[in-house]
């Protein structure tokens, strides 16, 4: 990013891992607020040409994180609406330290719930033998992180996408509304 672009900051921050919904309740929250979306694997996809299973297999996890952490970290900078994290992009502590000071999301789920929502899909992180099993190690692993950095946390399962942006909504009035009131 050129140092005469525009410095913004973004309205809320999704995190929480694979399978919580971050992608689709972010549009849905967005759109509410009136504001624009950005996915930060999308991001990820669009700036590299490349399917994040792809960048995996072809440069390993630890040049992903890299590639991740600097267009979190870009996005965090520039974008002024409704940013989703992939969701190991806060274990890596360029990323947490980022995200201090944002109004940052956690959006919370089961191990069941998270993993029926990605089991046929093709994340590299539970390709292999035993995809619940690792699913749920990986969650374990990263819950007390998630929690942390999160502003507050927001149930996956409270209801349909609408309605866990609504929640979202509800937490998130309380910290907008003095700054809409002075720019409006
Ligand atoms: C990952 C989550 C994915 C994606 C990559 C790694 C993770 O994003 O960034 O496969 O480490 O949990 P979603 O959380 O959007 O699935």
Not at 11 to 24: C, D, E, N, P, Y
Request: no cysteine; glycine share 10%; proline share 5%.
């Amino acid at each position: 990013m050129s140092p005469a672009a525009p410095q913004r900051r973004p309205v809320a921050v999704l995190i929480g891992f694979m399978g919580a919904g971050k992608s689709t309740v972010g549009r849905i929250l967005a759109d509410r607020l009136g504001v624009d979306f950005v996915d930060t694997d999308a991001e990820i996809v669009r700036i590299s040409g490349r399917e994040i299973p792809e960048i995996f297999t072809a440069e390993g996890p630890a040049r992903f994180r890299e590639i991740e952490r600097d267009v979190v970290l870009d996005v965090l900078r520039s974008h002024g609406g409704v940013v989703a994290l992939g969701g190991g992009a806060v274990m890596t502590p360029a990323v947490a330290d980022g995200l201090q000071g944002h109004r940052v999301v956690y959006l919370r789920v089961t191990a069941d719930d998270g993993f029926a929502r990605v089991r046929d899909s093709d994340r590299p992180l539970i390709a292999g033998d035993d995809p619940q099993r690792r699913y749920r190690e990986l969650l374990d692993g990263r819950h007390e992180t998630y929690t942390r950095t999160g502003t507050f946390a927001v149930d996956a399962a409270a209801g349909a996408p609408g309605d866990v942006a609504d929640a979202i909504l509800a937490e998130l009035a309380r910290t907008l509304v003095p700054e809409r009131a002075s720019t409006t």
